[in-house]
């Protein structure tokens, strides 16, 4: 994540917490703050809406355990069917495919140079 957007993402994350369907998850790693990720239901299907990973954090399984916790999350709110969005190639593509998700659809952005 850029860092002139960390702000901005957490005062969303803040008004996020605690509405209705939106769920702020975190991630410690030796009683330390690696990671949040944001769960957003309605009815029977789930968003895997955001997640971020400290850097020092990274490579220790905290998207792993974010997923998992999500899933079982939507699971027990009623939810069918679980989505997600993530930069082609990416490591958040990666994990999602080792946590059993399928690339439904890829979408291009065209730009003229």
Excluded at 43 to 60: I, M
Excluded at 62 to 90: P, T
């Amino acid at each position: 994540m850029p860092s002139f957007l960390k702000e901005d993402i957490a005062r969303n994350n803040q008004v996020l917490n605690g509405l209705k369907n939106w769920r702020v998850l975190a991630a410690m790693v030796e009683g330390e703050l690696a990671g949040v990720a944001v769960l957003y239901t309605n009815g029977k299907c789930a968003d895997l809406a955001a997640a971020v990973t400290v850097p020092e954090a990274r490579n220790r399984g905290v998207q792993r355990a974010l997923l998992a916790e999500r899933f079982k999350l939507a699971s027990s709110l009623g939810c069918h069917y679980i989505i997600g969005q993530a930069q082609f190639g990416s490591a958040s593509q990666r994990n999602m495919q080792r946590a059993g998700m399928n690339i439904a659809y890829t979408k291009a952005i065209w730009v003229q140079r």
